[in-house]
Structures are given as structure tokens and as C-alpha cells.
């Protein structure tokens, strides 16, 4: 088995360490006998919706996000539109989340978005949402919590289309008012939880990494159990990190 990774504009898109999300699933495929590999496209590239199981998008700060925007618009959107319909496992954190969806509005400036979510980004009056969130999502499996850290000024609003990946126990979420955090389509995952995400939810990773494997595999492998001792530590402390607020 192998498992085919890309991430998107990662000198571009890639604070708070959200570069450890890709470590991690790397180590987790690799402690099991699962080949890795990994591209990367950046400005100007094309982006072959065929060739990879696993899309990453990361977080950027606003300028960076000005110049990625209308570069994934003209040359990744219609490749990630196929990707999404086809199954493939697209993760966006923070500033790729905000991508998503239809724009992000800073002040008198919009700036388009992917359009692969039914959602809208607006930069209203007020103090940026910062601190440790936790948040219960089910992914089929039943409830499960998600702990993290969140650093945004966008809010995000949700339309009717679009389905929330899971609701606020601690922190703000998408905006601070609905209880909502990020979006979830098919295998296509938007979230503020960043600081990295996926260390601090090691269960989600091996969800990921399953569900990418069965798109092309055809049904979800077996993966074997893992020592998370140190996993649910990083969990666990994220987790009351919340619990002080």
C-alpha cells in the first residue's frame, strides 16, 4: 500500500506548524509498512486530481492567502472540484479552510474563493478568536472530541448547503455565535484546529489515512495498533488546555 499526498502552496500556506500534520501522517504510515510519498504543488502548477489520495491545504496570513487564492483559482480549482467528487481526502486548515468556500471579505476587498463548500468568510469589527478549542465531530463512528488550538480573525458563516464538521464544546468555532466548527463535504475536511491538528488527534489521522486508502483500494485496509501512549498524552494535554480556556 502507499499512500499519495500533496500539499498545496506549502511555503505559501503553512503557519502555526501545520507542517506537522503532514510529518505525522508520514510516521504513521511508516511505523505500519505503508509507503509515503509526498508533492507538492505551489504557484503556477497544475495539480493532477488523479494522481493523489490526500490534498492538504494549510493556513497562511492574509497576504500570503491573496496570492494563493487567485493562483488556486486559475490553475487547481477545477482538479480539486474533480478531487472532492471522486473521494479523494482533502484536509484544509485555518486560511485553506477559509478557501473553501465561496469568498473572504476584507473590508471594501473580496477575494475569491474555490467554491467547493457552501460557505462565506467576512473580517468583521472586533478581537481576533484566539485560544484552545475542542470541539465533538462523528465521522461515522460515533461522537468523538477534537482538541486544538484556533488563531483567526475571518468569521465564517455557514450555508444551508453545507454541513459543519462538528460543534463547540470550548473556544469559538467558525464565528464565535452559532456553535458551529468547520465544514465537512464527502471526504473534504475545513477546520480552525491548527497548532498542529492532527498530533494532538492521532485517531484522526488513522481515519484519514483510511479513507484515502479506500478510495483507491476499493474498501478501508486494516491498520495495525499502534503505541499512542505519547498520542493521547498530546491529546489529553490539549484537551485540558481547553478545559482553562
Not at 13 to 31: P, S
Not at 63 to 87: C, F, N, P, W, Y
Not at 180 to 198: D, F, K, Q, S
Amino acid at each position: 500500500m502507499e499512500l499519495r499526498v500533496v500539499a498545496l502552496y506549502p511555503e505559501q500556506m503553512n503557519i502555526y506548524a501545520d507542517r506537522g500534520n503532514i510529518l505525522f501522517l508520514q510516521r504513521r504510515c511508516e511505523w505500519r509498512g505503508i509507503q509515503f510519498s509526498y508533492d507538492a504543488s505551489g504557484p503556477g502548477e497544475p495539480l493532477d486530481a488523479a494522481a493523489h489520495d490526500l490534498i492538504y491545504l494549510g493556513g497562511g496570513q492574509d497576504r500570503d492567502q491573496r496570492i494563493v487564492a487567485g493562483d488556486m483559482v486559475s490553475t487547481k480549482r477545477q482538479a480539486l472540484a474533480e478531487a472532492v467528487s471522486d473521494g479523494a481526502v482533502v484536509l484544509a486548515v485555518c486560511g485553506g479552510y477559509q478557501l473553501l468556500g465561496q469568498s473572504y471579505e476584507l473590508g471594501d476587498e473580496r477575494i475569491e474563493g474555490l467554491g467547493l463548500a457552501d460557505l462565506e468568510t467576512v473580517r468583521e469589527p472586533g478581537p481576533r478568536l484566539i485560544g484552545n478549542v475542542e470541539i465533538e465531530i462523528d465521522l461515522g463512528d460515533g461522537p468523538t472530541r477534537l482538541a486544538g488550538f484556533e488563531n483567526h480573525g475571518g468569521r465564517t458563516y455557514l450555508g444551508e448547503g453545507a454541513r459543519p464538521l462538528g460543534r463547540v464544546i470550548r473556544g469559538f468555532g467558525n464565528n464565535g455565535k452559532d456553535g458551529l466548527e468547520g465544514v465537512r463535504r464527502e471526504n473534504m475536511i475545513g477546520t480552525y484546529l491548527h497548532g498542529p491538528l492532527l498530533p494532538k488527534n492521532a485517531w484522526l489521522a488513522d481515519r484519514l489515512i483510511e479513507l484515502a486508502l479506500a478510495r483507491r483500494l476499493g474498501s478501508p485496509p486494516d491498520l495495525a495498533p499502534l503505541d499512542d501512549s505519547l498520542e493521547s498524552a498530546a491529546h489529553q494535554s490539549a484537551h485540558r488546555a481547553a478545559l482553562r480556556g
